[in-house]
């Protein structure tokens, strides 16, 4: 039993219940205020299986990852004095090498070393891959420490075995879940598509619901670890709100060689074709990579490939209404519907929205998720 100085007292299984469910920053301010004021002086009771949970606490408390050694330390000697007074009643180096392996061992360690926000979607997944949620942890602290994260509505970096798996929203995966239509394929490179007017997955993100009014502010990436198909048009996204003879639109489309093999960004809206990112592309040169669109305002549309900049519109563009309908991979989201000229056979491997990314942002986020995908073989 733990006596703190003012007389409450705490029993081995309280406390165990406490460290699990306190948070890492919680726990280190714990070890510095109570670390002088505990009390270790009453003899062990020999109750060995009390011990052993002390012990396996001193096993999680040694893994956490504090902010600094001296608050580490203080916790692990919190541990280490609680136990010092039953010599026999001892853990092996080989039984916590192996509580490691267990679910529960790591459930201990990952509360206290991941990310909060890469708990929760390992969480929501029930994802076991340690090299996986240790890239992804890199990810999102590598977002974080650079000031990108708030920067994001969703980013779906498509983790799992199966299209369940990979519909959640590493940002909050209880929010803006992907609903797969039946021509979504799971690949291990990503998703891919059937080509077909079901080979799509639906967001779930209206801008306009999140507080959009015009189409600004707003970034798009995606990862294609494949060349396209050039013998049909490919959507790797979209979304379109028709109106009479004009339209609003916000959409990537790589051209068939039938129709030219170019590709072109179009984020207006009022049917204001003129304002469209348009390349000539040199379809045998291939275009696998990540893409990343960005516009700030009326007067400022881009297009990056691979950290460069491959194409912009900086004539002043109408950009309101925002079409108020979700977001589609896979295909463009025309009034709730698909075509069969806005459908894909690519594979996604990688995607965001979000607010406007400047080129040095762009380029953080390039290396951040290409540093991922390398990491866990999906470029």
């Not at 301010?29 to 060995?48: G, I």
Request: aromatic share 10%.
């Amino acid at each position: 039993m733990l006596e703190k100085a003012v007389g409450v007292n705490y029993s081995i299984d309280q406390f165990l219940s406490a460290y699990i469910a306190a948070t890492q920053k919680a726990i280190c301010e714990l070890a510095s205020q109570y670390n002088e004021a505990a009390k270790y002086d009453k003899p062990c009771c020999s109750y060995e299986e009390n011990i052993k949970k002390g012990l396996f606490i001193k096993f999680a408390l040694e893994n956490i990852n504090c902010f600094t050694d001296d608050e580490k330390n203080k916790v692990v000697s919190l541990a280490n004095r609680f136990a010092k007074n039953c010599s026999s009643c001892t853990v092996s180096q080989d039984e916590i090498d192996a509580l490691a392996q267990t679910s529960f061992g790591k459930s201990i360690s990952n509360s206290f070393s991941l990310d909060p926000d890469v708990k929760a979607f390992v969480d929501a997944l029930g994802l076991t891959d340690d090299g996986e949620i240790t890239a992804l942890n890199d990810l999102v602290t590598g977002l974080k420490t650079s000031n990108l994260w708030s920067k994001f509505h969703a980013i779906y970096p498509f983790v799992g075995y199966n299209l369940t798996d990979k519909k959640y929203n590493l940002v909050n995966p209880a929010k803006h879940t992907i609903d797969w239509a039946s021509g979504a394929i799971n690949d291990s490179l990503g998703v891919d598509f059937d080509g077909g007017l079901n080979g799509y997955g639906d967001t779930n993100l209206n801008l306009s619901s999140i507080g959009y009014t015009d189409i600004e502010d707003l970034h798009i990436s995606f990862y294609t670890p494949d060349n396209r198909d050039l013998s049909v048009r490919n959507t790797p996204f979209g979304v379109i709100a028709e109106s009479g003879s004009s339209d609003d639109r916000i959409t990537m489309v790589f051209d068939s060689t039938a129709l030219g093999g170019n590709y072109f960004v179009d984020f207006w809206a009022d049917n204001d074709s003129s304002a469209r990112i348009g390349i000539s592309s040199g379809i045998d040169a291939g275009d696998k990579g990540y893409y990343i669109i960005s516009t700030l305002d009326n007067s400022d549309l881009r297009l990056r490939k691979d950290k460069a900049q491959i194409g912009a519109y900086s004539l002043t563009r109408d950009i309101n209404p925002i079409p108020n309908l979700d977001l589609y991979l896979g295909a463009i989201n025309v009034d709730g519907s698909t075509s069969a000229s806005t459908v894909n056979s690519r594979k996604l491997g990688f995607f965001t929205v979000g607010t406007n990314l400047t080129n040095s942002e762009a380029d953080t986020l390039h290396n951040l998720v290409l540093t991922y995908l390398n990491t866990v073989g999906r470029v």
